[in-house]
């Protein structure tokens, strides 16, 4: 059974850091492709981060502050997201590419 557990969420100052994590299990982890979503209230979700074996890509709306990293032994895809802007407030979803499930999410909220 597949299982992804993000965590590592909460309320930050604009300009501060957050890491979040999301453990993963049920698949064979260090074969897939892992993305970072993001769904704000009332907005469609957004993808702000991905990683294969060897590359990382982002939008511009968050690169150059947003770093997606991944340790295969651990079964487990982070996110580190430096100069937060209130903007960045949202749930965010770890996700496996080709694979049909999400985590419960991890709230990130950035005060202005």
């Known amino acids: 059974q597949v299982q992804l557990v993000e965590s590592g969420g909460g309320l930050v100052q604009s300009g501060g850091s957050l890491r979040l994590s999301c453990a993963a299990s049920g698949f064979t982890f260090s074969s897939y492709v ?3 979503y993001r ?3 009332g907005k ?6 991905t990683i294969t074996s060897t590359r990382t890509s982002y939008p511009d709306s968050v690169k150059g502050r947003f770093t997606i990293s991944r340790d295969n032994a651990k079964n487990t895809v982070y ?4 100069s937060l802007k209130p903007e960045d407030t949202a749930v965010y979803y770890c996700h496996p590419m080709g694979l049909s499930y999400w985590g419960q999410g991890t709230q990130v909220t950035v005060s202005s």
């Open 34 to 36: 892992m993305s970072w």
């Open 39 to 41: 769904q704000a209230p």
């Open 44 to 49: 469609e979700r957004e993808l702000v981060a």
């Open 79 to 82: 996110l580190q997201m430096n």
